[in-house]
């Protein structure tokens, strides 16, 4: 499975993003799909995932009322809409997928990363 996370930037506080990822090589509608972080220094963490279908969602405590997960199983494109971005959200984002199952221990199952795209919010 190949991964192409795109769409971040440099936003102020309050602002929003949305960030795609690409997904090519598999069955996209067979893969439980998410989103994590890593910002520097810091351990990657978990933001959200949902499941093949796009019916259950999971999220972080921390995101959570901010940031919305949905895919599209005809484009083969993950989403992550982010709302009133603070600059704790700064960090690289990455994309990631696993086989159906795999989205409800909070993407611990998830086999398949992207590369990162920077996401930064100004004060």
């Known amino acids: 499975v190949q991964l192409q996370a795109s769409g971040g930037g440099l936003v102020q506080a309050g602002g929003s993003l949305r960030l795609s990822c690409a997904a090519s090589?598999?069955?996209?509608?067979?893969?439980?799909m998410g989103w994590f972080r890593q910002a520097s220094g810091n351990e990657r963490e978990f933001v959200a995932a949902i499941n093949w279908s796009g019916g259950s969602r999971d999220y972080a405590d921390s995101v959570k009322g901010r940031f919305t997960i949905s895919r599209d199983n005809i484009k083969n494109v993950l989403y992550l809409q982010m709302y009133s971005l603070k600059p704790e959200d700064t960090s690289v984002y990455y994309c990631?997928?696993?086989?159906?199952?795999?989205?409800?221990?909070?993407?611990?199952?998830?086999?398949?990363w992207g590369q990162g795209t920077q996401v930064t919010v100004s004060s």
């Open positions: 090589g598999r069955i996209f509608s067979r893969l439980d």
């Open positions: 990631a997928a696993g086989e159906i199952g795999s989205y409800a221990s909070k993407g611990q199952g998830f086999v398949y």
